[in-house]
């Protein structure tokens, strides 16, 4: 199964990283990041 995980600019890296890693260590799921920028993405910092 494949998991799509969108980024955008200056968001919360717990938010895409953390279910990210509960997929790729399962067997059988394939985790893909996608942005819809055309630039470099960048987290939220405070």
């Known amino acids: 199964m494949n998991i799509n995980i969108l980024l ?3 968001f919360e ?3 895409g990283f953390g279910p ?3 997929f790729e260590h399962t ?3 394939e985790v893909r990041y996608f942005s819809l920028a055309n630039q470099q ?6």
Do not use: C, S
């Not at 993405?41 to 405070?46: D, E, G, P, R």
């Open 20 to 22: 990210a890693e509960v």
């Open 8 to 10: 955008f600019q200056f």
């Open 27 to 29: 067997v059988g799921f």
């Open 13 to 15: 890296p717990l938010d």
């Open 41 to 46: 993405i960048k987290t939220y910092n405070k």
